[in-house]
């Protein structure tokens, strides 16, 4: 057997100096001094929201184990509007619309249109009766409480949703924003932003309905609807990419 040798190298560092004495010629060298970027962070109001947006995004109900990847619509969402509808009704219902469509930058968007056959979210307006025979599952989901709406959607293999339904009772645009956020994608907002006094809540998604979109509520469907946010990813894949998005403005919260 070969003796296992080990050659050191040795390295020799060669410094070249001027021939010159004459200090004149000595030209001292300035450092520029290193320009450290502060490495920017999330405030708190920023972290706030991430939770927020993990809980309305990725839970149905306060009572629900939520959705293992995020949901959303990848083609134009097709609203019909059925039953005894007031011409007002219609009329606020797209300009409702349009305030959605505000805040998408992913390429679809919201709009009504005349008929069943060409819409993919179906609202019937009426007396809870007006669903028993249409929908029974919604109808049995109900039950006895008092709703003024419900809302189901359905997705495919990807987790794109691809049909909705809802149930309105009345002529109330804050019903029918909180019913359309369950059709696409949103579940109800976290006790921290709804309290029972509704006019002290702080999203639309709350069971207290608010009138308003808040700036969560904005910043949520505007996350949702981004195209930096693609459908089926788990939130631990989604967290860096929401934490980008705030950090570089895109999306604001405060």
Same mark, same amino acid.
């Given at each position: 057997?070969?003796?296992?040798?080990?050659?050191?190298?040795?390295?020799?560092?060669?410094?070249?100096?001027?021939?010159?004495?004459?200090?004149?010629?000595?030209?001292?060298?300035?450092?520029?001094?290193?320009?450290? *970027?502060?490495?920017?962070? %999330?405030?708190?109001?920023?972290? /706030?929201? =991430?939770? @927020?947006?993990?809980?309305?995004? $990725?839970?149905?109900?306060?009572?629900?184990?939520?959705?293992?990847?995020?949901?959303?619509?990848?083609?134009?969402?097709?609203?019909?509007?059925?039953?005894?509808?007031?011409?007002?009704?219609?009329?606020?219902?797209?300009?409702?619309?349009?305030?959605?469509?505000?805040?998408?930058?992913?390429?679809?968007?919201?709009?009504?249109?005349?008929?069943?056959? *060409?819409?993919?979210?179906? %609202?019937?307006?009426?007396?809870? /009766?007006? =669903?028993? @025979?249409?929908?029974?599952?919604? $109808?049995?989901?109900?039950?006895?409480?008092?709703?003024?709406?419900?809302?189901?959607?359905?997705?495919?293999?990807?987790?794109?949703?691809?049909?909705?339904?809802?149930?309105?009772?009345?002529?109330?645009?804050?019903?029918?924003?909180?019913?359309?956020?369950?059709?696409?994608?949103?579940?109800?907002?976290?006790?921290?932003?709804?309290?029972?006094?509704?006019?002290?809540?702080?999203?639309?998604?709350?069971?207290?309905?608010?009138?308003?979109?808040?700036?969560?509520?904005?910043?949520?469907?505007?996350?949702?609807?981004?195209?930096?946010?693609?459908?089926?990813?788990?939130?631990?894949?989604?967290?860096?990419?929401?934490?980008?998005?705030?950090?570089?403005?895109?999306?604001?919260?405060?």
């Amino acid at each position: 057997m070969k003796p296992f040798k080990i050659s050191i190298g040795w390295f020799f560092l060669v410094l070249v100096f001027s021939c010159s004495t004459d200090a004149e010629n000595l030209v001292p060298i300035e450092m520029e001094p290193e320009i450290i *970027e502060p490495v920017k962070s %999330l405030t708190a109001k920023q972290l /706030e929201f =991430i939770d @927020e947006y993990h809980y309305v995004t $990725f839970n149905l109900a306060p009572d629900s184990y939520g959705a293992t990847v995020n949901e959303k619509w990848g083609t134009d969402v097709k609203l019909f509007l059925d039953g005894d509808v007031p011409r007002e009704y219609s009329t606020q219902v797209e300009t409702a619309l349009n305030k959605f469509n505000d805040l998408l930058s992913d390429g679809i968007s919201f709009q009504l249109v005349a008929t069943l056959q *060409e819409s993919n979210i179906h %609202l019937i307006f009426g007396e809870k /009766e007006s =669903i028993r @025979e249409v929908w029974p599952d919604m $109808f049995e989901a109900i039950g006895n409480v008092n709703f003024t709406g419900y809302a189901l959607y359905s997705r495919n293999g990807n987790f794109n949703i691809t049909r909705g339904r809802i149930w309105v009772k009345n002529v109330s645009i804050p019903l029918f924003n909180h019913e359309l956020g369950h059709t696409i994608g949103l579940g109800h907002a976290s006790g921290d932003f709804c309290e029972r006094d509704f006019s002290r809540n702080q999203s639309f998604m709350c069971s207290f309905l608010k009138p308003d979109f808040s700036v969560f509520d904005k910043a949520i469907i505007k996350t949702l609807y981004s195209p930096e946010v693609e459908v089926g990813l788990t939130f631990s894949q989604l967290k860096p990419i929401l934490e980008e998005l705030l950090l570089t403005d895109v999306i604001l919260v405060e």
